[in-house]
């Protein structure tokens, strides 16, 4: 993908989420509890100031990808969600959202370039900041989901 493409997809998602419009595989009902790993906002993307990527792979079972989740600003859900596929690497800059599961804990719902993605578990190695992620992918160069595991020390 050459840079002009990049910048007119950059663009047009970061439109989407500036007038505060996410495609995301579900809409969160609840807000996780913000003294909970991974219940506040700035657990990801930090709270003083921008906290480091995410950083990992994502697989289909056959074949791996790079794939990162890179904070924008702290204490905003503005991220920048990129997955390699061979020599092209495609990105997206959008707002997640951040929903709750049956725990009390942080789950984030994104969009990705070509399509949406969730973790589906998280960690926090001490305190409340998140410091892995897993969950699937959805994008439309795969024929099944994508799981990812991504970390950040």
Do not use: W
């Not at 924008?72 to 929903?99: C, M, P, R, W």
């Not at 892995?132 to 795969?142: F, K, P, W």
């Amino acid at each position: 993908m050459n840079r002009l493409t990049k910048a007119s997809v950059t663009a047009l998602v970061c439109a989407a989420a500036c007038t505060g419009t996410l495609v995301s595989t579900a809409t969160p009902s609840v807000a996780a509890t913000a003294d909970t790993c991974g219940g506040a906002i700035s657990d990801y993307t930090g709270h003083a100031s921008t906290d480091a990527a995410f950083t990992g792979t994502a697989t289909d079972g056959a074949t791996s990808r790079q794939f990162s989740i890179t904070p924008q600003t702290h204490d905003s859900a503005l991220v920048k969600t990129e997955l390699v596929t061979g020599s092209n690497d495609t990105y997206a800059i959008a707002n997640f959202s951040l929903g709750v599961n049956s725990l009390g804990r942080g789950i984030v719902y994104f969009a990705m370039f070509g399509g949406t993605g969730n973790s589906t578990d998280i960690a926090c190695a001490t305190g409340t900041r998140v410091t892995r992620i897993t969950g699937q992918l959805r994008v439309s160069d795969a024929d099944r989901p994508l799981e990812f595991d991504i970390s950040r020390s």
